[in-house]
């Protein structure tokens, strides 16, 4: 069976070769690795532009300030000395070509103070995350989203990415909703158990399967 293409298949190649941007595919790879890099000097170049947003899950869009408030308010380094973000998958988007795509997972340990509290000496392992950065012409970042969890299954943060995953698995999660694992409503818990319930009768009674289908037949004529 290897070797088959499904239906709808893109051919990323030459949707990319369409492109009227004027930074090559393997230059914006390499603008976002250098982005990155920079956030370790000691005083990092801007490479924001004036009109940059942040986009994650449940927080923002924030504009450029606000985006770097957010960031120191946190204390992230100090309370994750050597969390490691684990890089990886670095590509650009086919439907948008000033677009690049990567994913992280973070893994490592609280040993330092964060938001005014103790270390806890507890180990994090986040679930694969989809991060973006986008640039404009001059080859400044006009956009950047985070914490777009791919597996919530995985890891030991309840499904949550971004800071939020790593506050919670140290114990230290926020009290709202958005901040902790994710956990469906009154309403729409009570008719997934009741969709489970009428599956397992159907499974269970074929009979009953059958002279309700023979119904819902003879309504239809």
Known sequence: MIGRVP????????????????????????LTKAWIASAADEEPADWLADDFRFVAPVVGPFGKDEFTDSLKSFELKKGFPELLSNY???????FEPNRVWFSIKYTGTNTGQIMGRPA????????????????NERGEIS???????????????????????LLYAIGYGLPFPEAQPY???????????GNKAIQSFFKSNSDAKKAIQGFL?????
């Open 183 to 193: 956990k469906p409503s009154p309403l729409y818990g009570t008719l997934m158990q």
């Open 120 to 135: 806890t000496g507890k180990y994090v392992e986040s679930p694969v995350q989809a991060h973006s950065v986008t640039f």
């Open 88 to 94: 990886h998958h670095f590509r650009v988007d086919p």
């Open 7 to 30: 239906p709808g298949m893109l051919d990323e190649e030459k949707a990319l070769q369409k492109s009227t941007f004027p930074i090559p595919p393997d230059d914006l790879i390499g």
């Open 217 to 221: 037949t003879s309504i239809g004529k």
């Open 143 to 165: 956009k950047l989203t985070i914490g777009y969890v791919l597996d919530k299954e995985t890891g030991n943060t309840g499904g949550l990415g971004g800071v939020f995953g």
